[in-house]
């Protein structure tokens, strides 16, 4: 069973940075978007940033101009650049990968890492 291994949540003060990274234990194959997600406590889970197989991002408005998301489709890689950090992007953060391959689809989750953003 593939597992989704998320690093580099933290604690860290508003304004500052911190980088996000999930590594799939086994290369993963027909990936068509890796993504973050968020959940704050009491509200639903949100996306955050997406990538897809062919480059192309999309972002919550909230986050837009201070997260960026990269990564490595082949490597099953994909990671998570915050700056300017608030205290409203306190969550665990959870890695997702959705494949679509010979008309099937599956979506595999990490175990989620907390950020906390102190004022």
């Known amino acids: 069973q593939v597992q989704l291994l998320e690093s580099g949540g933290g604690l860290v003060q508003a304004g500052g940075s911190l980088r996000l990274s999930c590594a799939a234990s086994e290369s993963i194959v027909g990936i068509y978007t890796m993504r973050w997600f968020r959940q704050a406590p009491g509200k639903e889970r949100e996306l955050v940033a997406g990538?897809?197989?062919?480059?192309?991002?999309n972002y919550n408005d909230a986050v837009k101009g201070r997260f960026t998301i990269s990564g490595d489709i082949a490597e099953s890689t994909v990671h998570l650049q915050m700056h300017s950090l608030k205290p409203e992007d306190t969550a665990v953060y959870y890695c997702?990968?959705?494949?679509?391959?010979?008309?099937?689809?599956?979506?595999?989750w990490g175990q989620g890492t907390q950020v906390t953003v102190s004022a």
């Open positions: 990538l897809t197989n062919s480059g192309s991002t």
């Open positions: 997702n990968v959705f494949t679509y391959r010979l008309g099937s689809q599956s979506q595999y």
